[in-house]
């Protein structure tokens, strides 16, 4: 192509010079126009015979190309089928050798079975286990021989057994060794831990779990009961024989659950706003009972010290009697009791104040209870109405407060109760010593009167 352009250059330039020629150097006769002519003409078929070789040769080499570009293709697609076919039968090979290979396994394809399944099992209980906070990543290696699709060597599987060993070894151990926990705040505390078998960890007198996605020690957002915590430290402390101490024989699974009871506060709070004024009357009957018991044990006091000074009256509900006895001496016996009953009777409203408040409050608490539950079952249904009964977290809060509101008003009237029948016999005591003070007396000025 790069040729071919070369030529029509060269017929352009040679076209464009005779023009200019023959424009400077016009002919002046015939003859010379008719030489000039044959001239040009002769001139301009060499140059078209040039172009037309030109052009002959390009159309040849590009037919060479052609060719050979043929040529090339025919040699590729005679490869590309004995490539095929050697592949072909290069699968048929390996399918052969693979099925040879099973023959020759035998029984030892079943034991790499049995192998990589236990690896599976294994790698998985180390990983969670208590025991791999003291030795962290020792599951690695038994994980890998789970994954593998080879064969394990003779050194892999001694190592694989010796793993086993070792965990059922360090299960029947109590040991303790420096790890670093991480509390509730984020913060990690380098301190002694106590590992009991598989079971339980133990830091700073108080239950500790092994997090294995997170691989660390961390305390517990929430302690077991009290009972289960105290007898920690006395444990730690033991140096030898045997000590007391709750463990968890599901490895951490139970105190993670603790973790998830909720609180007396969280159950307090469930009640809603009638649970606190369950709780805001039971503060005011306990203030009530304590106010009541304080002042009759006073008024209860002064009056076995008057009991001992009759002579002397005092200020106090049986000396106020025996000051009107001292008013009305010399009155007849019936005159006398009805000064007397008088005198009790301004006295039995201040020791009877309040209690019968008592039993108000212990009768309105149950009931309360009572309206607690009716309402958290009418925000059950309405939940169940919304949204179905799919999540049952969508109902727990409307239990939650039927059975709370429930609970607190029988807490909060059973001692009530109990306070308004010590306090209510409390009173009554007293009363009754007033009035048998107050027939003693009559009966001995109805003596002296008919003495």
């Known amino acids: ?20 020629v023959s424009a400077a150097d016009a002919p002046t006769s015939f003859d010379q126009l008719l030489n000039k002519v044959k001239s ?17 040769k390009y ?38 050798l693979e099925e040879d290979r099973k ?34 990543d ?18 892999e599987l001694e190592q694989f057994w010796m793993a086993y060993l070792k965990e059922m070894t ?53 302690q077991p009961d009290s009972y289960q915590v105290s007898p920690i430290k006395n444990w730690a402390a033991q140096t030898e024989g045997y000590a007391p101490l709750y463990v968890d024989p599901a490895s951490g699974v139970l105190l993670s659950v603790f973790t998830q009871k909720a609180s007396l506060e969280e159950r307090f709070e469930a009640g809603g706003t009638i649970g606190k004024i369950i709780a805001a009357l039971l503060v005011l009957g306990l203030i009530i009972a304590l106010e009541r018991f304080v002042t009759l044990g006073i008024v209860g006091a002064k009056i076995k010290a008057q009991t001992k000074k009759v002579d002397q009256p005092g200020n106090n509900p049986l000396g106020r009697v025996l000051s009107a006895y001292q008013d009305n001496k010399n009155v007849d016996v019936e005159t006398l009791e009805l000064k007397l009953d008088e005198a ?21 608490a149950p009931m309360l209870g009572l309206l607690g539950t009716v309402t958290g079952m009418i925000a059950t249904f309405q939940s169940i109405q919304l949204f179905g009964t799919g999540d049952p977290k969508l ?14 008003g029988l807490i909060a009237a059973l001692p009530l109760m109990l306070l308004h029948a010590l306090v209510s016999a409390r009173s009554k005591s007293l009363v009754q010593i007033l009035e048998e003070q107050s027939a003693g007396i009559v009966a001995e000025h109805a003596e002296k009167r008919n003495a």
């Open 138 to 155: 020792r599951h690695q290696f038994i994980a890998e021989l789970g994954a593998r699709k080879e064969l394990p060597r003779i050194d």
């Open 103 to 136: 023959n020759a396994q035998g029984d030892l394809g079943e034991m790499f079975g049995v192998v990589k399944g236990a690896a599976g099992n294994l790698a998985s209980r180390l990983a969670s286990s208590n025991i791999s906070a003291q030795y962290p």
């Open 170 to 222: 360090e299960s029947g151990k109590v040991v303790k060794f420096q790890g670093e926990v991480t509390g509730i705040n984020g913060e990690t505390v380098t301190t002694e831990v106590a590992r009991v078998g598989p079971f339980n960890l133990l830091a700073d007198g108080k239950f500790v779990i092994y997090n294995d996605e997170l691989k660390i020690i961390q305390d517990l957002s929430q």
């Open 1 to 20: 192509m790069k040729k071919l352009m070369t030529s029509a250059l060269m017929a352009a330039s040679l076209s464009l010079t005779a023009g200019m």
């Open 59 to 96: 159309a040849g080499d590009k037919q060479a190309l052609l060719n050979k570009a043929k040529r090339d293709l025919k040699a590729e697609q005679d490869r590309g089928d004995r490539l095929n076919q050697t592949y072909l039968d290069n699968e048929r090979r390996l399918a052969e």
């Open 344 to 364: 009790i009777l301004k006295e039995t409203p201040a020791l009877e104040t309040r209690i019968s408040i008592l039993k108000v409050l212990a009768a309105i």
């Open 395 to 408: 109902m727990a809060g409307g239990i939650s407060m039927a059975l709370v509101t429930t609970v607190l």
């Open 40 to 56: 040009e003409t002769a001139a301009q078929s060499k140059i078209n015979k040039n172009r037309e070789a030109e052009f002959k």
